[in-house]
């Protein structure tokens, strides 16, 4: 079964930096196997924000963090982060980690998030 969890949120204020990690257990990551962050402000749908395809490690940002937040993955450590600089009020928000796989012939699909960690930026 695919875990992920999320660690690193908190309060900073705007111009300070945050890094998330999320590590994740279950599963093997191969081929286009995808990491990404995701975030959920309070009253707003949930949007994309960053990814990254674990083993060509391209990586794909949201136009609003790019040059900004920068994400990276550990091997060895099943980990993936999250490195926001230049934190803005606008931010703040829940941020997911989820895992995508597609199906191959020894394994069924996957999509799984983790449970969220809380980053608050205050002006």
């Known amino acids: 079964q695919v875990q992920l969890v999320e660690s690193g949120g908190g309060l900073v204020q705007a111009g300070e930096s945050l890094r998330l990690s999320c590590a994740f257990s279950?599963?093997?990551?191969?081929?286009?196997?995808?990491l990404a962050w995701f975030r959920q402000a309070p009253g707003k749908e949930r949007e994309f924000v960053a990814s990254?395809?674990?083993?060509?490690?391209?990586?794909n940002y949201s136009t609003s963090v790019k040059e900004r937040f920068t994400i990276s993955r550990d091997n060895a450590q099943n980990r993936v982060y999250l490195q926001m600089n230049r934190l803005q009020p606008e931010d703040t928000a829940i941020y997911y980690c989820?895992?995508?796989?597609?199906?191959?012939?020894?394994?069924?699909?996957?999509?799984?998030w983790g449970q969220g960690t809380q980053v608050t930026v205050s002006s």
């Open positions: 989820k895992l995508d796989a597609p199906r191959t012939p020894f394994t069924p699909p996957v999509a799984a």
């Open positions: 279950g599963r093997t990551l191969i081929g286009t196997d995808k």
């Open positions: 990254i395809i674990w083993s060509i490690r391209i990586t």
